[in-house]
């Protein structure tokens, strides 16, 4: 992890922080000495196999003597990503670190902030399973517009949010988190033609990448970087674990090496590292080249 205080008098948004990834890359800014806005919608346990809340990871933060806010966040609502920002500067002070995690989950979203965890219920356990992914032809397009609104929309306007904090300090990193599934399935003919798994979340993470790299450029003369990060193999993240249990991994990682990079990548000046697409232990270990997505090809157990 990044060295204590590298990052100190830095202001961080983290989206997505009360559990898995984004909670480590929470945990890991602070412990660089960044002040971090905890951002999420999850403020009590809503399913035993998603802990974690926003309170938890603020107090964890607290006790590493770090500073931290837990803003109850819907990135799906613009007055909601409004209000997180607005939060961040008024307890924090001017954001000059944007960490774009949050996403869409199969397998149910907990309540809207504020109201009763039974307002919306999450799936079965069984309601959802990789190997009966929904045809192309039958998906509902409101949801792969709640896939854009999550993955895509909020980046965007968390961008155009903290930006002018950013140019006004003369620097600034923004780091987009995405996925293999970007890449997936890749080009034909295939040896294994079928309904691929994940195609909505996929193109979002495909259209995150271009939106980032169009962002990079605009402001490359402004100090300001703006990165996209990958694991480069599964983390058992409890997201995660849900959904690929089904199948065999032979090779995870952990969330603390994934922090660890983000952690590198928010201390990097925009004029070493901008507007690239980065898997995770490239940028931990740069000596050993750009190797990309490390893990063997996922079959069903």
């Given at each position: 992890m990044g060295?204590?205080?590298e990052l100190s008098g830095r202001v961080a948004i983290v989206t997505g922080?009360?559990?898995g990834l984004g909670r480590a890359i929470a945990l890991g800014l602070a412990r660089a000495g960044a002040a971090v806005a905890i951002a999420a919608r999850t403020e009590s346990v809503w399913d035993e196999r998603q802990p974690g809340t926003i309170f938890e990871t603020v107090r964890e933060i607290e006790a590493l003597g770090g500073r931290a806010?837990?803003?109850a966040t819907d990135v799906s609502k613009e007055e909601d990503l409004e209000r997180l920002v607005a939060t961040a500067r008024r307890e924090l002070g001017a954001v000059d670190i944007l960490v774009n995690n949050a996403a869409v989950t199969i397998g149910g979203r907990p309540p809207d902030p504020g109201k009763s965890a039974s307002v919306e219920r999450s799936p079965s356990r069984d309601a959802v399973k990789w190997g009966r992914a929904p045809s192309i032809a039958e998906f509902p397009l409101k949801a792969l517009k709640l896939h854009f609104a999550v993955n895509v929309f909020s980046a965007f306007r968390l961008m155009q949010?903290?930006?002018s904090d950013m140019v006004a300090k003369g620097f600034g990193s923004i780091i987009n988190v995405s996925s293999d599934a970007a890449f997936r399935p890749g080009e034909g003919p295939y040896r294994r033609p079928g309904v691929p798994s994940f195609f909505a979340y996929g193109a979002t993470k495909a259209a995150l990448h271009n939106l980032t790299q169009a962002f990079a450029v605009e402001f490359a003369d402004r100090g300001i970087a703006a990165n996209v990060l990958l694991p480069s193999?599964?983390?058992?993240t409890p997201g995660a674990v849900s959904?690929?249990?089904a199948y065999n991994l032979k090779q995870w990682s952990t969330d603390e090496s994934f922090a660890e990079a983000a952690v590198r990548l928010a201390r990097t000046p925009s004029q070493e590292r901008t507007g690239q697409i980065l898997f995770h232990e490239d940028v931990n270990h740069p000596e050993l080249g750009r190797r990309g997505f490390l893990s063997?090809?996922?079959e069903p157990s």
């Open positions: 060295a204590v205080g922080a009360s559990r806010v837990a803003v949010l903290v930006v193999m599964p983390i058992p959904l690929m249990g063997t090809e996922i």
